[in-house]
């Protein structure tokens, strides 16, 4: 298991950017599927965005696709989202989710998971708020 801290939540206005930055504190970052979710007030928690461990393959949610962009850096040990055209429906909790997918699993680096059950460490969250 990791740690993993989010930051760069905020208030924007609709058609608006923010950049969101998760720092994963443990060993072997490259070893790790990394993901991005959300959740609002009596909302179940929803996909947003995954990138694979070594970051060349990447999936998103169709209502985010276009808009948004997972990155991941091996230097910092971070996974970014970058979010463009933001809307009021995106406002939310946001959370990265980490999951091993190195030596020891059946992953390869095709695995791009997109359930909440398919991830077995979280951040704590980052709310987004999106204004009209």
């Known amino acids: 298991q990791v740690q993993l801290v989010e930051s760069g939540g905020g208030l924007v206005q609709a058609g608006g950017s923010l950049k969101l930055s998760c720092v994963v504190f443990?060993?072997?970052?490259?070893?790790?599927?990394m993901g991005w979710f959300r959740q609002a007030p009596g909302k179940e928690r929803e996909f947003v965005a995954v990138?694979?461990?070594?970051?060349?393959?990447?999936k998103y949610a169709d209502s985010v696709k276009g808009r948004f962009t997972i990155s991941r850096d091996v230097a910092a040990n971070s996974v970014h989202l970058q979010m463009s055209s933001l809307k009021p429906d995106d406002t939310s909790a946001y959370y990265c989710?980490?999951?091993?997918?190195?030596?020891?699993?059946?992953?390869?680096?095709?695995?791009?998971?997109?359930?909440?059950?398919?991830?077995?460490?979280w951040g704590q969250g980052t709310q987004v708020t999106v204004s009209s």
């Open positions: 990138i694979s461990k070594s970051g060349a393959t990447t």
């Open positions: 443990g060993r072997s970052f490259s070893d790790y599927v």
């Open positions: 989710a980490a999951e091993h997918a190195g030596l020891g699993t059946h992953y390869d680096d095709t695995w791009t998971p997109s359930l909440p059950a398919d991830f077995g460490s």
